[in-house]
């Protein structure tokens, strides 16, 4: 059974980091592309990141480009998102989701339950 | 960037309806849209990915069709469990951006 639990978020002030990972298990991690999407309180989904099996293809909304980073362990079937320089906006429930391939374009199959991120001061 | 439009925003509807979502794209995506479920409180779940591929255990009543810029899923005949939100997500090119939402409710 495919397993994705999310953990790392939390409140924290605005412009500071925090970082987030997602453990993987009940499939091969390093054969699939991995996904963040956020949900804001009462509001749609957002795509965040992206990035394929082997690291090779990454992508990010341009909401948080160059202020988050999205990296994989393979080793340790784990995925992560570095989000620094946060701001209220980013305030959201964070989704971890493995891809369907292992393009870093590929829809996201499943989900995990998330965790939730607050930024305020 | 592409924009996907999804439309409507809501609908009302009853059991056993058929209930039909259409998603636009702001330019040509082929084949590379997937949709998804959310009920409140829970993770979103895939129902089509390529237009029209069923994900494996999800029920027949769903469809999905369309490429290129316009895309529609259907629901054939709407039962109790349907009740939720549902976005269409273009997985072309990055960024991966997902439709605003269609609400599904009842009448």
């Known amino acids: 059974e495919v397993q994705l639990v999310e953990s790392g978020g939390g409140l924290v002030q605005p412009g500071r980091s925090l970082r987030l990972s997602c453990v993987a298990s009940?499939?091969?991690?390093?054969?699939?592309?991995m996904h963040w999407v956020r949900q804001a309180p009462g509001k749609g989904l957002e795509w965040v990141s992206s990035?394929?099996?082997?690291?090779?293809?990454?992508g990010y909304a341009d909401s948080v480009k160059g202020r988050f980073t999205i990296s994989r362990d393979n080793a340790k079937n784990s995925l992560y998102l570095q989000m620094n320089s946060l701001r209220a906006e980013d305030t959201a429930l964070y989704y971890c989701?493995?891809?369907?391939?292992?393009?870093?374009?590929?829809?996201?199959?499943?989900w995990g339950q998330g965790t939730r991120v607050t930024v305020s001061s | 960037d592409i924009q996907m439009t999804q439309s409507p925003s809501s609908v009302s509807a009853s059991v056993g309806d058929r209930v039909t979502i259409t998603c636009r794209a702001s330019?040509?995506?082929?084949?590379?849209l997937a949709w998804y479920q959310q009920k409140p409180g829970k993770a979103p779940k895939v129902l089509i990915y390529?237009?029209?591929s069923l994900q494996s255990g999800v029920p027949s009543r769903f469809s999905g069709s369309g490429s290129g810029t316009d895309f529609t899923l259907t629901i054939s005949s709407l039962q109790p469990e349907d009740f939720a939100t549902y976005y269409c997500?273009?997985?072309?090119?990055?960024?991966?951006?997902f439709g605003g939402g269609t609400k599904v409710d009842i009448k």
């Open positions: 989701a493995k891809g369907r391939g292992g393009s870093s374009t590929s829809s996201l199959v499943y």
């Open positions: 009940g499939f091969t991690f390093d054969d699939y592309a």
């Open positions: 990035i394929s099996w082997n690291s090779g293809s990454i």
């Open positions: 330019q040509g995506i082929s084949t590379w």
């Open positions: 390529t237009a029209s």
């Open positions: 997500q273009q997985t072309n090119s990055f960024p991966l951006t």
